[in-house]
């Protein structure tokens, strides 16, 4: 029983890395907590596709005289590798978001900016009633 299930040992990595990452979405208001939860789950993402794409005792796909080889599909690695840089452009446009909301509120904590906003909300609403009371005499 135990080297069953150790035997599928990186589906258990898997699992636990997207566990944390979805922790770490779900359960932080820190938005650059977030961001690293988001790159923790696609980085699991990534480890279960390739994963998938590994086939035991199979060779790379390079042509030789051995035709009657089982050889290994290159897709999966080549996808990963594309999704790889798109998760890392994806990282880089949160934290430079994270860091456009640090400087227009002070803070990155997702119940201080939603304090602000109900804040200014509720400010621009007496405005506005200020303002239509004047026009409307």
């Not at 997702?110 to 602000?116: F, P, R, T």
């Amino acid at each position: 029983m135990i080297s069953s299930s150790m035997g599928i040992w990186n589906y258990w990595i898997v699992f636990l890395l997207m566990m944390i990452g979805l922790f770490l979405v779900i359960g932080r208001k820190n938005f650059l907590k977030k961001i690293v939860g988001l790159a923790i789950f696609q980085t699991s993402v990534f480890l279960l596709y390739i994963t998938f794409g590994k086939i035991t005792g199979a060779t790379p796909p390079i042509l030789n005289e051995a035709l009657d080889k089982v050889y290994s599909n290159p897709l999966p690695h080549v996808l990963i590798l594309t999704a790889i840089v798109v998760g890392v452009a994806t990282t880089a446009l949160g934290l430079s978001l994270v860091l456009r909301i640090n400087s227009e509120y002070g803070s990155i904590e997702e119940d201080d900016i939603s304090a602000q906003d109900l804040v200014d909300y509720h400010d621009e609403i007496e405005t506005n009633k200020k303002l239509k009371s004047k026009f409307v005499k």
